[in-house]
């Protein structure tokens, strides 16, 4: 059956201006004349096959869409998120997104390859109550099997075994801190931006924790650092408080008052959060004054000193630095090590594994070295 041109050409636009950029751009960019492309796009001429390839590969989608005509979904995940800020996006930021939302597709559809899936936690709704916040902190620490005075190592993690994907991608707007996004096929899905240190994208990482939790049904929310007044984000960072530094451990600890500078940030290190964060949650609990907190807060954890779950310390400083520019681009160690867990047992070709490491093939044995794994057949 011959394809409808109009609705291609359609679905090709739509993708092309979700990016921002223009036709000549796109042209540009993918080795397309121009002219030809804007004729595809008023579904004037039929692209090639290889055209159809490229344009899918560009805008990280299945060449498939563009096969039928079946009219494209009036509210896509793009939107949906670029919506829920207002649609201002910067174009960096939109292809950022992009990115983001085509790992949590591919780290979906290999999870149910391999029998991997994680089963959905739907806890209890809660109100904006303190005791409501902190018992459902805990009721997800219980969920997960932490023992009373085990500490949060690894909020990602605790993230993928409750069944939400979740990728830190690096981003322009400084203002967001992360974002949440209930996809159509790949479920509930968590972006933390990782141009903050890692103690704040642990605080962020949890704080959509809580919107994924017990705010799904507003379908996306982008958290600003400067929005901090709402009830639903007011209650995402106490839940995200509880949850990295359960009250009850806090009262533990040697009394604030006696702390010096240096105790403060041992034990802000201890949890793994900011300084700030810990003079926080010690004065919610009662355990300083507004003067001790504010003290506390001023202090800060040195970076050398932080602690990054999924860069070990064994790294040379340019294993570091090319490992950090990956997460940073979403590759996680989760999410890696499933792609070539794929791609050993045949789920995926070599190509599609690059294509899915968003690199190119000459690329795969660097990261294969950096995360530990081999690449099959070689």
Known sequence: MALNLTILGAKIATHRKELRESVDQLGSALGI???RLKRIEAGAIEPTGDEILILSGHFLCDYKIFLTDEQPPEAPPTQILYRAKGDDFSKEDRRAIRDFLYL????????????RTAASFHPTPIANGSPQIINAAQAVREKLRYKENDLTRDVFGDCRRLGIHVFRR??????????????????????VNASEDIYRQRFSAAHELAHALFDADARARVSLRTETSTPLERRANAFASAYLMPPGQ????????GWSDDDAKRWANEFRVSCDALG????????????????????????ADKIDPEIPRSLSAAQKANKTALLEQGLSNHYVALCFEAHRQGFISAGRLAEALLRSPS????????????????
């Open 250 to 257: 806090l009262r533990q600890l040697p009394p604030a008052k």
């Open 33 to 35: 004349a121009v002219d």
């Open 280 to 303: 926080i949650a010690l004065l919610k609990a009662g355990l300083v004054d507004v003067a001790l907190c504010k003290r506390i807060r001023a202090l800060r954890v040195s970076a």
């Open 170 to 191: 690096r981003l322009g707007d400084s203002d967001i801190s992360g974002l949440f996004i209930v996809h159509p096929t790949a479920g509930k899905c968590i972006l």
């Open 104 to 115: 949590c597709e591919t780290e979906s559809e290999l999870s149910n390859d391999l029998g």
């Open 363 to 378: 690329e795969l044995n660097e990261v294969a070295g950096l995360y530990g794994h081999k690449l099959h057949g070689h």
